[in-house]
């Protein structure tokens, strides 16, 4: 094991790595540490923090278990069945994810709320309505949110599975049940905590989602409660405080996932596509199809809610959101390249000696609150230059870094088997340094790097982020426009933005995506 | 595709006219502003040139948070003036010891209520209020009492106080109207609150998408239905119990390097030009400006009988208890 990280990565890939991770920790625990320093006095919890953290704890927990239970039989479907527009439809699936929060929300309401298509149906039909807001509305919006990540991961998991495998369970005569043991549980078994931990993270964080479907202020998250600390309270101490209790929440769940995790190790293949003869069956293709056809539905209808009410309004829209639109995706092409290049060496680092911690330092940006980040930001640029000049590099960094735990999730468990299938063919023929990057590691990961890339552009697109913090005139972004035109009464030019928003995201998601996966069939 | 290259056009000309611009020898006024205020389609930028056309200066309005930033910098901001702060956050802001007198007659203002501060400057002001749409909802309570009494099938969304001024100023409003007994009415108000958000603008959102019968708003939102889409159908319901004064400030700095523009711009706060950008700039009542220059919406939007106003001192005491208290009956 000790000759592992040298024979992946090399001293230099492995001081790389650390290099990055050290940068991640400036801007998540580095940021946190400005904001409590510069508080006057020390401050502790309340009993309404720890009803913070009990909920929040409570929310993102159920979120993940939901969101991953849910998307194994997905990933499933999708992972047996070939068919026209597939890619297409794995595609639009993933856009939940990367809406801006109040946009996705409206969707959901025009479906799940009070005048929403679910109440009209059942209005319609004489049955009693059904309310969204409170517990259950958290989850089914955390849900909507996150089932296409837990699916995308997963489903790497089983395109990662050699086609190989599954010839050798068909000449076994291996029938659905002997491969899910044999083949997908192992493989289920590497990939599962890895997403857990990826939605429950994200879960972490939520504030304006949880609180809008959660029905009021029973639904108060610790973000929330950082939200209050700053604005209401102007407690520095307390909101640093909070801040630290959710990196040591997102630390304990990689803690756990890293400890339940277990390698798959079905070694390397000849990269042929799968057939898959152990789904012949008839009752399990009704089953396939039914999946792919409920979850198409719950994630594809709000956001087609979305569409028809924006729209008619797109081409109305005024110059400056088009401005705005050039200025986001030149700022998520950009933050793209960056987020690619700090994951690659931190990923390759984290296979090596002391990965877990590597990679735990890589997933703190997903558990930074972005307040107490954008504030520890102004802080520490302040003494040296006026923050709002640096407002787009900023954002670039930032959403880079936040972007960075996603693609390193997706990197991650292809990068361990590339060591596992490659590692000792490499070695033996002395094949290291950017020699291997070029020839093995980069052909090898274009799939995953491509989702990876997607996936940082899409977010990116849509994060509203520190810009908030830090706009001046002539840097303003399209999700900060979007919510200008909302605080100006102006709903329908705001509509007409999140559908350029969405199309955007969208567009860049699959440009990376399509490009990455090539002539692969996942 | 013809609005992306005009935006690319755009876009590279601002670019360049950025690029261009010799080392400027315009002194620069640095204003602190709320989001809502700086932005494209708020008065910001209308303001911004009107002040520019007689300052021979670079006004520049920075948005954000604009007393959670003045509070990090302390002495050592480069802001000249704030614009955009209400009553509630006074207290903490001149606690900070930052400004200096802004030097105007306030006798003659057009507001409900008298004002005699030397260091916050009123710009413009409304009055908190229900929204409701009167094709959806016929029938609206015609008094806060009915508000409390109405079936629960009549439902309202608020804002968090925590996280936003209108959410903050209905705890005011409750307070103002029910003192000591603000506790039970938000018992009562609670089966009807459809739910809280984050800000004002979700709330709204949801409201004008048909989610919600009213929506906690101020009396003068009817006025942009009115005029910008020209429907009528928004209506603001007046309870003769009195609604929540909220009036938004402006100061100037006391360590201001450009302390001659700030009073400028201070002095040029109440002036005709400025007060007639606010109706349909803000969608609020201008401080001080003749009420017959009021765009036709505006004059007839109707008027509650009574205001109510806590002073800064007493609503920086109120505050935290009335949080507290809200936050008792809500979490439950």
Known sequence: ?522 | MRHFLIAAGILSASLAAADDAPATTKPVLVVYAPDYFGSEWGPGPQIEADFEAICACDLQFSTGDVLGRLMIEGAATEADAIIGLNTDATARARATGLFVPHGQDTSDLTMPVAWQDEVFLPFNWGETAFVYDESRLPNPPASFEALLDAPESLKIVIQDPRSSGSGLALLLWVKAVYGDEAPEVWARLKPKILTVTKGWSESYGMFTAGEADMVMSYTTSPAYHLIAEEDATKKAAIFPEGHYFMVELAAQLAGSDQPELAQAFMDFILSDTFQSKIATGNWSYPARLDPARLPEGFAALPRPGKTLFYTETEAEALRAPALAEWLEVMSQ
């Open chain 1, 1 to 522: 094991m000790a000759d592992r990280a040298v024979a992946l990565s090399g001293r230099f890939g492995t001081a790389l790595g650390l290099a990055v991770a050290g940068l991640v920790l400036c801007l998540t625990l580095g940021t946190l540490a400005a904001v409590a320093w510069r508080a006057e006095a020390a401050s502790g919890l309340g009993p309404a923090d720890w009803a913070a953290v009990r909920f929040t704890l409570l929310q993102a927990a159920l979120s993940a278990t939901i969101s991953v239970v849910l998307a194994v039989p997905v990933a499933r479907a999708f992972a047996r069945r070939r068919f026209r527009g597939r890619s297409v439809l794995i595609a639009l699936l993933g856009a939940p994810f990367i809406l801006p929060v109040i946009v996705a929300v409206l969707g959901l309401l025009a479906v799940f709320g009070r005048s929403g298509l679910l109440n009209d149906a059942l209005r319609a039909v004489g049955l009693p309505e059904v309310s969204i807001y409170g517990l259950q509305g958290v989850l089914v919006a955390h849900v909507f949110f996150n089932l296409p990540l837990a699916t995308r991961l997963i489903l790497q998991g089983w395109a990662a599975i050699p086609a190989e495998r599954f010839r050798l369970a068909a000449s076994l005569g291996l029938g659905a049940g002997e491969v899910g043991r044999f083949l997908e549980r192992p493989m289920l078994r590497a990939v599962l905590p890895g997403a857990w931990v990826a939605v429950f993270v994200v879960c972490l964080t939520s504030f304006a989602v949880a609180l809008t479907l959660g029905g009021g202020p029973a639904a108060t998250t610790v973000e929330l409660a950082i939200y209050q600390a700053f604005r209401f309270d102007f407690d520095l101490s307390r909101a640093a405080l909070l801040a630290a209790v959710q990196f040591a929440l997102c630390l304990a769940a990689g803690g756990l996932a890293a400890r339940v995790a277990r390698p798959a190790g079905f070694g390397a293949g000849l990269d042929r596509p799968a057939d898959r003869w152990d789904g012949a069956s008839g009752w399990l293709k009704a089953q396939d199809v039914g999946v792919i056809a409920l979850v198409s539905v719950f994630l594809l209808l709000p956001l087609a809610l979305v569409l028809l009410r924006g729209v008619p309004q797109v081409g109305a829209l005024p110059g400056s959101v088009w401005a705005a639109a050039v200025r986001s995706v030149a700022v998520a092409l950009a933050s793209t390249a960056l987020c690619v290049a700090l994951a690659l060496p931190l990923a390759i680092a984290a296979t090596g000696r002391g990965g877990r911690w590597i990679e735990a330092a890589g997933m703190l940006g997903l558990a930074t609150s972005s307040l107490v980040l954008g504030t520890g930001l102004f802080l520490l640029l302040r003494p040296w230059v006026r923050p709002g000049d640096l407002a787009l590099p900023v954002t670039v960094l930032v959403n880079a870094v936040m972007a960075l735990p996603f693609v390193l999730r997706a990197l991650l468990p292809a990068l361990r088997d590339l060591q596992a299938g490659y590692g000792r063919l490499s070695a033996s023929l002395g094949l290291q340094g950017f020699a291997r990057l070029r020839l093995l590691t980069l052909p090898r990961l274009r799939a995953p790097l491509g989702f990876g890339a997607g996936l940082a552009a899409a977010l990116s697109m849509g994060d509203l982020g520190v810009i908030a913090l830090f706009a001046d005139q002539g840097t303003e972004t399209l999700p900060l426009q979007l919510y200008r035109l909302m605080g100006a009464y102006r709903m329908d030019d705001a509509a007409g933005a999140a559908v350029l928003l969405l199309g955007l995201s969208l567009g860049l998601f699959w440009v990376f995506d399509r490009g990455g996966r090539g002539h692969a069939g996942l």
